[in-house]
C-alpha cells in the first residue's frame, strides 16, 4: 500500500519538474505540465475573485457594518 502511494505521489510531482525536463524524460509532450498551468491559473483566478466578493464588495462591507467608500 505504501509502495503503491509513493508511486502516485512521485507520479503526480514528476511533470512538475523545472523547464519540463521530466516529462521529456519521460517521453511525454508536456500535456502534463499544460494542465498544471491552466488549472493553476484558473485557481488563482477564482481565489482572486472569493477575495474580492467576501472582502472588499460593497455587500462584504454592509455585513460588517462598515461605513461606505466615498468617491
Known amino acids: 500500500m505504501i509502495a503503491e502511494l509513493s508511486v502516485l505521489a512521485a507520479s503526480l510531482v514528476t511533470p512538475l ?41 460593497e455587500k462584504a462591507k454592509v455585513k460588517r457594518r462598515e461605513p461606505p467608500d466615498r468617491g
Open 17 to 57: 519538474a523545472l523547464d519540463g525536463d521530466a516529462a521529456s524524460e519521460t517521453g511525454a509532450n508536456g500535456t502534463a505540465i499544460a494542465v498544471v498551468s491552466v488549472v493553476s491559473i484558473v485557481g488563482g483566478y477564482l481565489l482572486l475573485f472569493a477575495l474580492w466578493r467576501y472582502v472588499f464588495s
